[in-house]
């Protein structure tokens, strides 16, 4: 027999402003699944912040 896997759908990524600094949301079947937030200070980035947790990117709201 031929073990079927699950696939994910593919993510969609969306530009957001989070925390008052650049940020790339990403989302599956519509809902937030990651944010990846950039510190940036001097035109340059200082830091990279990533965000997986399910309760906090409920705050960001669906894909419409």
Known sequence: AIAQ???SPPAEFRERTLNGQP???AYQNG?????ILLAVADG?????FMHADADRLKRLGALN
Do not use: S, T
């Not at 809902?31 to 944010?35: E, G, I, N, S, T």
């Open 5 to 7: 896997q699950e696939v």
């Open 23 to 25: 940020a790339v949301v």
């Open 31 to 35: 809902q937030p699944v990651l944010a």
């Open 44 to 48: 340059k980035i200082q830091r990279i």
